[in-house]
């Protein structure tokens, strides 16, 4: 895997990542991280990329690692920023899969790049903040409450909370801990070093949650796949379901028990999915 940094909008730069040979062929899958992650791809599925001959690329999003902070930013300028990535490494059409908010991410990418996405997987997702007819907290932990809660009040709300010493809590189950010890055990070594540069990447991702998309699920024309569990309390399946109701020929499969953390654990199968329209 090779890193690079690449300069996109207004002279900033994203850390980038890149599996695939230089000037080679296998068709690209571009890789959303969750919140609070590093963007690089995910270890735990190098082996079924190989298997399938995908090339995965990514980025640490702005204010995640290495690359620059931009205040403001939305889903759809997070897609834009994609484009800017894919333009630089001379890839034309892709398709996207994205985790937790990550997921949503690659939505956007799909909503706001057209006939550019070739398919799109998102596991557990984030519907919009306005979605119609959902609620939007129901079911969600006391600690995801609080900082979307705040998030939705603006940027300078949600780091005041930030400032005051709150602790996320995620309330990791034994299934949870189970779960770590193995393979996807990779999302602590994504997640412990995220904030080295400053809490603006969790700030600016939970505000983006929380505040317009600029764009409209809608509006996606690729095939999408959703995987959800029934039992994630960090962004309940709900979500799911009515993004599923939402994207034009989405398809949703929940899996029962699964939490936020253990639906990683049929990422492949997703990716088995994918592989068809790559």
């Not at 702005?62 to 931009?70: F, K, N």
């Not at 009040?153 to 189970?178: H, W």
């Amino acid at each position: 895997m090779i890193e690079l940094d690449v300069e996109v909008a207004a002279g900033r730069t994203l850390h980038v990542y890149d599996t695939g040979p230089a000037g080679g062929e296998l068709p690209p899958v571009l890789w959303h991280h969750g919140t609070p992650n590093l963007g690089a791809p995910p270890e735990p599925l190098f082996a079924a990329a190989d298997r399938l001959g995908l090339r995965w690329v990514s980025f640490d999003r702005p204010g995640y690692g290495r690359s620059a902070v931009a205040p403001g930013r939305t889903i759809a300028s997070v897609a834009a920023d994609a484009a800017a990535v894919a333009d630089a490494l001379g890839i034309g059409r892709f398709a996207v899969m994205g985790y937790s908010g990550g997921g949503t991410y690659a939505l956007g990418c799909a909503a706001v790049l057209g006939d550019r996405v070739r398919a799109v997987v998102s596991l557990a997702g984030i519907a919009p903040y306005d979605a119609d007819g959902l609620d939007w907290f129901a079911g969600m932990l006391p600690s995801g409450v609080a900082a979307l809660g705040t998030a939705a009040a603006g940027r300078e709300v949600r780091a005041v909370l930030d400032e005051s010493g709150f602790d996320y809590d995620c309330e990791f189950t034994a299934a949870d801990l189970a779960f770590f010890e193995g393979p996807w055990g990779w999302l602590g070594q994504v997640s412990e070093p995220a904030l080295a540069a400053g809490p603006y990447g969790q700030i600016d991702d939970d505000v983006s949650y929380t505040h317009a998309w600029g764009c409209d699920p809608g509006s996606i024309s690729a095939p999408v796949l959703l995987l959800h569990g029934t039992a994630d309390r960090v962004i309940p399946a709900s979500h799911g379901t009515w993004l599923a109701a939402h994207c034009p020929g989405a398809e949703l499969r929940l899996h029962a028990d699964d939490s936020h953390f253990t639906i990683a654990g049929h990422a492949e199968e997703g990716l088995d999915w994918l592989g068809r329209w790559s």
